[in-house]
C-alpha cells in the first residue's frame, strides 16, 4: 500500500495558493491588499451582472491583478445577494421614499402587467438609491479591508523570505 499525500483542500489550491504565488512573484502585500479590498468591495455593488465587469476595469485602471480580484468578486457573490435588500432599504430610507415590494413575486408580477413604465422607473430608482448607499459605504469598507489585509499579508512575505 502507498500512502497518498494528503490533498490540498479546495480553499488552498484556489485562493491560497494563488495569492503565495503572487507574492513569490514580487507583487507587493500592499498591492495584494488592495486588489483583495476592491474585490470585496466592488463584488458587493447592488447591481446584479455588473461587479465582473466592474472589477476587470477597476484592476485594468489600477493596474491590480485580474485574476485575484476576479476570484475574490465571486467569492463574494452570495454577500452580493444578502446585502441587496439592505442597500435597497437604505436607499429608501435615506432618500424618504415608501419601501416597493422586492420578495413578492406576486406583486412584482402585478405592479409590472399594471404598468410596464412605471415598474421601470420604481425599481431603477431603487437600484439607484441602492448603489448610492453602497457610493457612501464603499470608500470605508475598502479603507479597512486594506488595513485589516496589508499586515498579514505583509507578515507572510517575509515568512516566505520576499520583500
Known amino acids: 500500500m502507498s500512502a497518498e499525500p494528503p490533498r490540498e483542500s479546495w480553499w488552498r489550491r484556489r485562493v491560497i495558493a494563488p495569492i ?4 513569490r512573484q514580487g507583487i507587493t502585500p ?3 491588499a488592495l486588489t483583495i479590498a476592491a474585490g470585496i468591495v466592488l463584488g458587493i455593488f ?6 465582473t465587469l466592474l472589477c476587470a476595469v477597476f484592476a485594468l485602471v489600477l493596474r491590480l491583478n485580474q485574476p485575484i480580484i476576479q476570484l ?3 467569492l463574494v457573490y452570495p454577500l452580493q445577494i444578502v446585502l441587496l435588500f439592505p442597500f435597497y432599504r437604505a436607499g429608501e430610507h435615506l432618500f424618504g421614499r415608501p419601501p416597493v415590494p422586492l420578495l413578492s413575486v406576486v406583486e412584482l408580477s402585478q405592479r ?6 412605471q415598474f ?4 431603477g430608482l431603487v437600484a439607484l438609491y441602492g448603489v448610492v448607499v453602497w457610493l457612501l459605504v464603499a470608500p470605508l469598507l475598502a479603507g479597512l479591508l486594506y488595513l485589516l489585509l496589508k499586515s498579514p499579508l505583509q507578515a507572510t512575505a517575509r515568512r516566505l523570505g520576499v520583500r
Not at 503565495?20 to 507574492?23: I, N, R
Open 20 to 23: 503565495l504565488g503572487q507574492l
Open 30 to 32: 500592499q498591492l495584494i
Open 46 to 51: 447592488p447591481v446584479l451582472g455588473t461587479s
Open 72 to 74: 475574490v468578486n465571486y
Open 112 to 117: 409590472f402587467w399594471a404598468d410596464p413604465a
Open 120 to 123: 421601470l422607473v420604481d425599481y
